[in-house]
């Protein structure tokens, strides 16, 4: 497996741990995608519950679809992150280029920016 010649920040030790965080992160995601499939199914209206009983259900079920649809995404940019890493790519901002860092991508595995550039991408318009 090959890396980065210049990524001077990051030692192998470093990419092992990162990569191990990674394929966790991945694994953690697909459980839990698998996990909230059963429960963030469409409440049946026929369903013999009470009003307030079916809006509650009804409001639990729209938010574990939102929560699917977070852990869906952020599970694209691990696999993302993965074939960025077989690339040799891993570390690089996908912006400006420069290093990711090591403490944002132990944070953040599966980042493709920087902090600057990340920042300036939430910054409001």
């Given at each position: 497996?090959r ?52 809006m ?46 090591f ?23």
């Amino acid at each position: 497996m090959r890396f980065r010649i210049d990524m001077a920040d990051l030692d192998q030790a470093q990419l092992a741990l990162l990569r191990a965080d990674l394929q966790a992160l991945a694994g953690k995601l697909r459980a839990l995608i698998e996990s909230v499939r059963e429960a963030a199914k469409p409440v049946d209206l026929d369903e013999p519950i009470g009003r307030l009983s079916r809006m509650d259900a009804i409001q639990e079920q729209n938010m574990l679809q939102a929560n699917r649809r977070a852990a869906q995404q952020r599970l694209a940019h691990a696999e993302a992150a993965l074939r960025r890493f077989e690339q040799a790519e891993y570390g690089e901002c996908m912006e400006c280029g420069e290093d990711v860092g090591f403490a944002r991508l132990k944070a953040r595995p599966e980042t493709p920016f920087c902090i600057a550039c990340q920042s300036s991408r939430e910054a409001p318009r």
